[in-house]
């Protein structure tokens, strides 16, 4: 097969690249159809449009295929857990011993919320959807955490990666609590991901709260299958507001 397709454009005959996924998808490269042409495609909704290349992830829904660099989603959530799959998500590759290690470290560091943000959410009705209140602390976190900011500063935005990846749970967790009239249940960094998040969902501080395994491992599994969606709605929303400059915990909160 060619690795040129022909367009014909008012007698014109232009020769543009095909591209080939990771998965043997084949796409044609428009890139530079514009600034050779003037012409655009039009192509609503990207129903037949990939928006870049990647190699993270993979999914096909009407075949149940899902892979994460390569990894077939039942090994993953046979063998890790979600915190070694964000690590090979964000990284590459499954971490070493150590790496793992560090890693978790610098997501427990950054689990606590600055008390002045408690002030966000008791300005919310306490009808609000816990999705719109999550929505706007996320945003918020950027005028906490201004030491961090630049999209450009690999070592910058790695630092808002392990605050978002720490904190996500907390914001969450303090966001049904607020729709439930509890008091907000402080992170444990004693507890793994799956159970802090639990423990600051359902605890009081009335009485002892127990976790349930079976809880903590379902909570596990979902969590590693919503990992990463591919290039879905979400993804192209944070990808275009990316390209903005925009700091991180801005194209997330949209």
């Known amino acids: ?24 998808e084949r796409g044609v490269d428009i890139s530079k159809l514009r600034a050779d042409t003037g012409f655009i495609t039009l192509d609503e909704g990207y129903v037949n449009t990939g928006s870049t290349t ?29 915190v070694e799959v964000s690590y090979l998500l964000i990284y590459g590759e499954l ?24 002030s966000f ?10 999705m719109a209140i999550l929505s706007s602390v996320v945003n918020a976190l950027s005028t906490f955490y201004q030491d ?6 690999p070592d910058q935005v790695e630092v808002s990666i392990m605050r978002l990846m720490a904190k996500l749970p907390t914001i969450a967790a303090y966001s049904f609590k607020k ?6 249940i402080y992170p444990q960094n004693d507890l793994s991901y799956c159970e802090n998040f639990l423990q600051m969902m359902f605890a009081v501080p009335s009485e002892p709260y127990e976790i349930d395994p079976d809880f903590v491992e379902a909570l596990n ?11 879905n709605c979400s993804t192209s929303t944070v990808r275009m507001v990316g390209s903005s400059n925009a700091n991180l915990f801005a194209s997330i909160a949209a």
């Open 1 to 24: 097969m060619s690795d040129h397709a022909k367009l014909i454009l008012e007698g014109r005959t232009l020769e543009l690249p095909v591209v080939v996924g990771t998965e043997q």
């Open 221 to 231: 599994l979902l969590l590693i299958v919503h990992g990463d969606h591919e290039q």
């Open 95 to 118: 971490p070493t011993e150590t790496q793992l290690t560090n890693f978790r470290h610098s997501i427990r560091r950054h689990t606590m919320l600055h008390e002045d943000m408690r």
């Open 121 to 130: 959410y008791n300005g919310f009705p306490r009808d609000a959807h816990p």
């Open 54 to 82: 990647s190699a993270i992830t993979y999914l096909d829904g009407e075949t149940g295929i899902l892979r994460y660099r390569g990894y077939p989603i039942e090994v993953l959530a046979k063998h890790c857990d979600f």
């Open 179 to 184: 729709s439930t009239g509890q008091p907000f």
């Open 148 to 153: 961090a900011l630049d999209p450009h500063d």
